[in-house]
């Protein structure tokens, strides 16, 4: 019985039409890709964690390789448009416990046929910064490098997400095959 479900599923994804986001990516994308991510001022050290999600993004999710900018048949230039923290839950005294990071970032692409995209991705991730001290017994609200960072990274794994996302839309809609 679990043979024939196996079988019907694969026929009705093969009938609708399915094509995987990264053959999609890959007809638009082209291979290899460069990525680069613009250092803000604010947030130098930032701007490293969502430049290594994206190329994280681009091999792992897209198997696509990377490229120095002469090489590569199209490039992504990635800015932070805004980052924000917000409080999200309090503990009986008043501190912060968790907060939830909203990540704008703007994606500049360059497809292998030289038409340039800009598109705008955000992504968030909520975390918690409760640390009780042996010594009192209020937590620390305080965002630690390390919890920052990693939030930092997460949401720029779903603004990264939501950009590949749009990108498929636009090339399919586009028609994959035309760029």
């Given at each position: 019985?679990?043979?024939?479900?196996?079988?019907?599923l694969?026929?009705?994804?093969?009938?609708?039409g399915?094509?995987?986001?990264?053959?999609?990516t890959q007809?638009?994308?082209?291979d290899p890709?460069?990525?680069?991510?613009?250092?803000?001022?604010?947030?130098p050290k930032?701007s490293?964690?969502i430049?290594?999600?994206?190329?994280?993004g681009?091999?792992?999710r897209?198997?696509r390789?990377l490229s120095d900018?002469?090489?590569?048949q199209?490039s992504i230039?990635?800015?932070i448009?805004s980052i924000?923290?917000?409080?999200?839950?309090?503990d009986q005294?008043?501190y912060?416990?968790?907060y939830k990071?909203?990540l704008?970032?703007?994606y500049?692409?360059?497809?292998?046929?030289?038409?340039?995209v800009?598109?705008?991705?955000?992504?968030?991730?909520?975390?918690s910064?409760?640390?009780?001290s042996?010594?009192?017994?209020?937590a620390?609200s305080?965002?630690s490098d390390?919890?920052?960072?990693?939030?930092?990274?997460?949401?720029?794994?779903e603004?990264?997400?939501?950009?590949?996302?749009?990108?498929?839309?636009?090339?399919?809609?586009n028609?994959s095959?035309n760029r």
């Amino acid at each position: 019985m679990k043979i024939f479900f196996a079988v019907l599923l694969a026929f009705l994804a093969a009938g609708c039409g399915y094509k995987p986001v990264s053959k999609i990516t890959q007809d638009v994308l082209g291979d290899p890709v460069y990525v680069d991510v613009i250092i803000s001022k604010v947030e130098p050290k930032n701007s490293v964690f969502i430049k290594d999600a994206v190329k994280e993004g681009i091999v792992s999710r897209l198997n696509r390789a990377l490229s120095d900018d002469k090489n590569a048949q199209s490039s992504i230039i990635v800015s932070i448009k805004s980052i924000n923290y917000q409080a999200t839950v309090y503990d009986q005294y008043g501190y912060i416990t968790s907060y939830k990071i909203v990540l704008n970032l703007s994606y500049k692409t360059k497809f292998k046929d030289g038409k340039i995209v800009e598109t705008t991705a955000s992504g968030e991730h909520d975390f918690s910064v409760a640390r009780r001290s042996k010594s009192t017994r209020y937590a620390d609200s305080i965002i630690s490098d390390t919890d920052k960072f990693e939030a930092i990274k997460e949401a720029s794994k779903e603004a990264f997400d939501e950009y590949i996302a749009n990108l498929a839309i636009k090339a399919y809609q586009n028609g994959s095959n035309n760029r």
